[in-house]
């Protein structure tokens, strides 16, 4: 069982819909992160929380918006998403940012954009 | 600039045959590694890190790893495949350097098959 919890699993949006995706750690981790991952390909960052503050964004499109209401939880809210943004998207945690501290991850939501 | 070559994209054995995947790194400083496993359907496990103690590491599931220096590889090994070691295996390396770099390299990954 994983320690990162990420719901739904599966999510199916128009284009013009609003949804949010929601992560939950209790590991007290201070580090949270956002990916998108296609299939056969590696996770590709999005978002990166330290200390619940924005500390980087990878030039992601404003359709996504993350949000960290407080130390355990992650939103991404999302707003007229295109088709191309069909995708997993994995959660992670890790106690600090310094990067030599493994990540972990939950199981995804499985984002399709109709 | 950091980089992760995994070598094989492919790899299928036999269950009961050693496994070896192979993964190489660029870094400019001393890098920490890791290796991820992804099953179907399912999020990113780490399997085992290297963060410059034991040049040999050793990690869940029988599988270790060696970083070597000299050759600037991590290569993932495990003794004797199961079944249930069919996965995506990641090699990815992150390091410390002057600026604030953070994030973690990825490499392309590695599809593992087990044949009966």
């Known amino acids: 069982d994983t320690e990162v919890t990420q719901t739904p699993k599966h999510l199916v949006m128009g284009m013009t819909n609003k949804k949010s995706l929601k992560c939950e750690q209790h590991m007290g981790h201070r580090a949270m992160y956002w990916y998108k991952q296609k299939a056969k390909k590696p996770p590709e960052l999005m978002f990166v929380?330290?200390?619940?503050?924005?500390?980087i964004n990878e030039s992601v499109p404003s359709r996504f918006s993350p949000e960290c209401p407080n130390s355990s939880l992650l939103n991404l809210h999302l707003h007229a998403l295109q088709p191309e943004d069909s995708a997993l998207y994995l959660c992670?945690?890790?106690?600090?940012?310094?990067?030599?501290?493994?990540?972990?991850f939950g199981d995804g939501t499985r984002l399709s954009i109709l | 600039a950091q980089s992760v070559t995994q070598l094989d994209s492919h790899v299928s054995v036999s269950e009961g045959t050693p496994v070896l995947l192979r993964c190489n790194y660029s870094?400019?400083?001393?890098?920490?590694l890791f290796w991820y496993v992804q099953h179907p359907n399912k999020g990113l496990q780490l399997l085992l890190k290297?963060?410059?103690?034991a040049t040999l590491v050793k990690g869940i599931n029988g599988f270790e790893a060696e970083f070597k220096k000299s050759e600037t590889s991590f290569h993932l090994t495990k003794p004797s495949a199961h079944m249930s070691d069919a996965a995506e295996y990641f090699c990815v390396v992150s390091e410390r350097n002057a600026g604030n770099n953070r994030k973690l390299i990825w490499g392309l990954g590695t599809s593992l098959a087990v044949n009966p």
């Open positions: 290297y963060t410059s103690a």
């Open positions: 992670a945690s890790s106690q600090g940012e310094t990067g030599n501290q493994p990540q972990h």
């Open positions: 929380y330290s200390y619940e503050k924005l500390s």
């Open positions: 870094s400019s400083y001393s890098p920490s």
